[in-house]
């Protein structure tokens, strides 16, 4: 399945391919905040439709993540991290996406609190 996803105001705008059936609800302390909905994809899925100087970055606690945001609109509508494996990955947050139905995923708790 191919979707299209953004920021509220449109300066963030990417594509991307996968299964997107199911989302993880991690409930660390920054994505409890947000209130995102992931699913995870290959970098090499995704793909941004607008410039990537658009994005802004924040990381914390061990710097592994690298959450991208707008800093016009404030939302985030992707993350990406390398895994122990070496492969490249991004977190799609499914909230961004219009055409996903939030009401038919298969949600997974994630204890992110705990790591």
Do not use: K, W
Request: aromatic share 8%.
């Amino acid at each position: 399945m191919r979707i299209s996803g953004s920021c509220h105001c449109g300066r963030i705008a990417f594509e991307a391919e996968g299964e997107f059936n199911e989302a993880l609800e991690c409930n660390c302390s920054f994505c409890r905040r947000r209130g995102v909905l992931l699913a995870f994809v290959p970098r090499s899925n995704m793909q941004l439709t607008t410039p990537r100087e658009n994005l802004s970055t924040y990381q914390f606690n061990q710097r592994v993540i690298v959450h991208r945001f707008c800093a016009n609109c404030g939302v985030a509508p992707f993350s990406e991290a390398t895994m122990p494996n070496g492969a490249e990955m991004a977190a799609i947050n499914l909230r961004c996406v219009p055409e996903i139905d939030l009401a038919a995923l298969t949600v997974t708790q994630y204890d992110g609190a705990s790591r």
